[in-house]
């Protein structure tokens, strides 16, 4: 979501599957990318960000996991 400054408004900013049942999302340190841990699809995804804050639909990493992944 973007934040309006001054009258705190939200509006969509992007969207992207993260999977079946997203346990968990990040961005790492640098805002450049989003993690997710996908509980029901037993992976991790890593979606780009870009420089507006718009996440990129189709992930740049997609690693299928042991089951039920809670975190990254």
Do not use: F
Not at 42 to 68: E, F, L, M, Q, Y
Request: aromatic share 2%; no cysteine.
């Amino acid at each position: 979501l973007r934040v309006d400054a001054a009258t705190g408004t939200l509006t969509p900013a992007g969207t992207a599957v993260t999977g079946v049942n997203a346990a968990y999302l990040i961005t790492d340190r640098a805002g450049r990318h989003l993690l997710a841990a996908d509980y029901g699809g037993d992976r991790v995804t890593v979606h780009p960000v870009d420089k507006d804050g718009k996440i990129g639909a189709t992930p740049t990493a997609d690693i299928s996991t042991g089951r039920n992944p809670h975190s990254i």
